[in-house]
């Protein structure tokens, strides 16, 4: 029977093995008897038969893009991404919407999903945040993002995933696949924002005229009718904030109405693009 510090380092393994996906582990004893693990075979090594601890599920429906429900019944919203909508309700259709929600439809037919969960559990909605994980250790969000059918939409402290995702945005958006060909995600001058805004997930560019702060946001004005703003604590994640004083970059997310004018908030350096002088 195994030792409680076996179990211990067993458990620490399991860990590691679930974030990364390796297969095995093995176990052996060196000549004055002390055991050790590893993920490599050695002589006269065994290998351990390891419970994963995760199980796998069916998709029962799609919802949209990034938004699924398993066979036991839970809602999962995908994280760090946003997909187009699709319409319901009073919501119209958005570009991309419907062939975001065809290819995780298609993709996820007749497969089975494990969920990889990070700091935050659940969204306001009750849903639960999560990446999928095929059968074949194939990172769904991640897949999304690399054939432009979603936006990196990092949501802190959720950062599991964070260069993965932001890698795959940079190439989808360089071979202008999915969304970055259509017209309705190019990116708008701030001078061209108009009285009513932007509806959806906008991409807006302009010169940081000034830098303020509040007891909880530090905002980057870029004009009297828009700012973008950062909340004071994820301000590490980010440059040194006065770098962005007087550069002209782009800014993604969603507009909020705000005295008169515009407002968006940065959770996190990866919406923010395309910094010059």
Same mark, same amino acid.
């Given at each position: 029977m195994k030792s409680r510090q076996d179990l211990r380092l067993i458990? =620490? !393994?399991? !860990?590691? $093995? @679930? =974030?990364?996906?390796?297969? #095995? *582990?093995?176990?052996?004893q060196d000549k004055d008897g002390n +055991?050790?693990?590893? /993920?490599? *075979?050695?002589?006269? &090594?065994? +290998?351990? /038969? %390891? @419970?994963?601890?995760?199980?796998?599920?069916k998709v029962e429906q799609v919802y949209d893009g990034d938004t699924v429900k398993l066979s036991d019944g839970r809602k999962i919203r995908l994280l760090d991404i946003n997909t187009p909508e699709v319409k319901h309700r009073n919501? #119209?259709?958005?570009?991309?919407?419907? =062939?975001?929600?065809?290819? %995780?439809? @298609?993709?996820? +037919? #007749?497969?089975? *999903?494990?969920?990889?969960? /990070?700091?935050?559990q659940t969204d306001k909605y009750k849903r639960t945040l999560a990446y999928l994980i095929t059968e074949n250790k194939e990172n769904i969000n991640v897949q999304l993002v690399?054939?432009?059918?979603?936006?990196?939409?990092?949501?802190?402290?959720n950062l599991l995933y964070v260069d993965e995702l932001v890698a795959?945005?940079?190439?989808?958006?360089?071979a202008k696949r999915g969304i970055w060909q259509q017209a309705q995600y190019t990116v708008i001058p701030v001078d061209q924002l108009g009285n009513d805004g932007h509806s959806g997930w906008t991409r807006l560019k302009g010169k940081v005229s000034n830098i303020r702060s509040s007891r909880k946001f530090v905002y980057l004005d870029f004009s009297d009718v828009f700012q973008a703003r950062i909340e004071k604590q994820w %301000? &590490?994640? $980010?440059?040194e904030i006065n770098s962005y004083r007087g550069r002209t970059i782009e800014v993604r997310g969603w507009l909020n109405k705000n005295r008169g004018g515009w407002s968006m908030l940065i959770r996190h350096p990866s919406a923010i693009h395309g910094i010059s002088d």
């Open positions: 458990k =620490i !393994l399991l !860990l590691i $093995f @679930n =974030i990364s996906a390796c297969a #095995d *582990v093995y176990e052996w +055991k050790h693990f590893s /993920d490599r *075979v050695h002589d006269n &090594s065994k +290998k351990i /038969d %390891l @419970n994963p601890g995760y199980s796998y599920y919501q #119209d259709a958005e570009a991309g919407g419907e =062939i975001a929600k065809q290819w %995780l439809t @298609n993709k996820l +037919k #007749d497969q089975k *999903v494990r969920l990889m969960t /990070d700091v935050e690399e054939l432009g059918l979603a936006a990196v939409n990092i949501y802190p402290p795959a945005g940079n190439r989808a958006q360089q %301000l &590490s994640l $980010f440059p």
